[in-house]
Nanobody
Framework: QVQLVESGGGSVQAGGSLRLSCAAS????????MGWFRQAPGKEREGVASMYIRGGVTYYGDSVKGRFTLSQDNAKNTVYLQMNSLQPEDTAMYYC???????????????????WGQGTQVTVSS
């Protein structure tokens, strides 16, 4: 069982930055994919970014490439999502997720993930 706790959400103006954190109960020496997803009211859940913990390889959705950056702190079993140049379109509930690595972490479909946090709200005003 993997437990995930997100934090760092809030309200910012367009162009601002936030850093989201996802603290996981799993030891980052294990083979896991960690992902960030977001869902705005009335919209489908969207893959934002993912990381293969062992290798540190990252993947990003097209809508956030160049603006969002994943990083990890193995000692804290925590993944960070640095979000820069935030836009109103980034407003959503952001969820941390995890799955056991099989062959790749590049699939940003939420259906691929089976462990989920409760979410943290990000609101960006114009």
């Amino acid at each position: 069982q993997v437990q995930l706790v997100e934090s760092g959400g809030g309200s910012v103006q367009a162009g601002g930055s936030l850093r989201l954190s996802c603290a996981a109960s799993v030891f980052f020496g294990s083979r896991y994919c960690m992902g960030w997803f977001r869902q705005a009211p009335g919209k489908e859940r969207e893959g934002v970014a993912s990381m293969y913990i062992r290798g540190g390889v990252t993947y990003y959705g097209d809508s956030v490439k160049g603006r969002f950056t994943l990083s990890q702190d193995n000692a804290k079993n925590t993944v960070y999502l640095q979000m820069n140049s935030l836009q109103p379109e980034d407003t959503a509930m952001y969820y941390c997720a995890a799955k056991v690595w099989t062959s790749t972490c590049s699939d940003l479909s939420p259906r691929a993930y089976n462990y989920w946090g409760q979410g943290t709200q990000v609101t960006v005003s114009s």
